[in-house]
């Protein structure tokens, strides 16, 4: 008998050092917008994803968020269905999180008037949501309104500490950049609406929830603080930047928190990263990483292990390159890297990456080729990222 476990034991281990990879379509491809992706996995085991679906963005009255279930132990999605939807307004960027007391929320901007800068943030929280016949049922919906009423002081002390490079100065983008930034930060109405969610929000010892915002109005960042499980909300102060927009949030084992985030300046290039000592609070100012970012979305998740995982389009222009990177050094170096997609032409992009609680990575995105538009998800193991056809 004790050969017999023995034996056992070592196929299980065999079993789970193989390569793994697979790959679907979520529901098949159309000519209507289908984007911005966000995947949870239940506590019952099954996976969630949410994304926002219409005849196009912000400019589209017609866009609603959707959502599909993946039932543990089945190998197809279920169909999809309506999860939030303003009547007569889009709304966009969907970000799924389970809290503490393993309650589902749905973060989402409604644009009040087709400008990104309108977007009014909104949220719901059900205690009961994995029924498979039926869609979520909200215990609460409602609005979080942030006041960031340093704005003004802390973009003008952001861009005294760091001034554009000399050799950029008298770019007439970044002239136009700076002058809006300041007439913005001493308005009200943009320093407390047009706030954004991309991806998850991270969860920290302390409870503390820092959801991840941007604000198109600025062109940069930063954090919704709640300190109790989401009764009430904060803002941080501003991550302020040339472009760095949606940031994803990974904790190191000293507590420093790690932004890391899209670039949108006048010159994408890089990921940027900014940093925090005080739970989210006040963070450094934005710098470039070594990674590229052609000006697309970019979510990094601490594994159970350790192990940091980052999803992003790693090139400095277009988006048909989405590579899974693995580093063991808290983002010091990013030692491996395997691609999701790569091709000469389509658009995969927008990643929500989660670990599930069996170790496999799951990754949703939009999944954007001559065929029509689509979200697609992939399984993986950290063998088959190991199993690399590049390193860094």
Partial sequence: ???????????CVSAVSQPLHKAELIFPQEKWHNHASSVVELANGDLLVVWYHGSGERSADDVIIEAAR??????????????ADTPGFPDC??????????????????????EWHTALLRFQ???????A????????SDVMLLKPDTMAKDVQQALEKQPPPAAESDDPRIKAYIARLKEHAADKYFARM??????????????????????????FSLMALSDDGGDTWKASAPLVGAGNIQPSVVRKNDGTLVAYMRDNGPAPKRIQVSTSRDEGMTWSPPVDSELPNPGSGVEAIRLRDGTWAMVYNDTERGRNSLALSLSDDEGKTWKWTRYLEKAAAGQYHYPSIIQSRDGLLHITYSYFTTEGQAIKHAAVNLEWVKTSEAQR
């Fill in 125 to 131: 929280v059900s205690s009961d949501y994995q029924n």
């Fill in 70 to 83: 993946k039932i543990k132990g089945e190998s197809s999605w279920r169909p999809r269905f309506l999860i």
């Fill in 1 to 11: 008998m004790k050969t017999l476990c023995v034996f056992l034991c070592v196929l």
């Fill in 194 to 219: 047009g706030w954004m969610p991309r991806v998850h929000p991270t969860l920290l010892p302390s409870g503390r929830i820092v959801l991840p915002l941007y604000s198109d109005g600025y062109s």
């Fill in 93 to 114: 960027n969907p970000a799924l999180f389970i809290d503490a007391k393993q309650r589902l929320w749905l973060f989402w901007p409604l644009i009040v008037a087709n």
């Fill in 133 to 140: 016949q039926r869609p979520p049922r909200w215990e609460r």
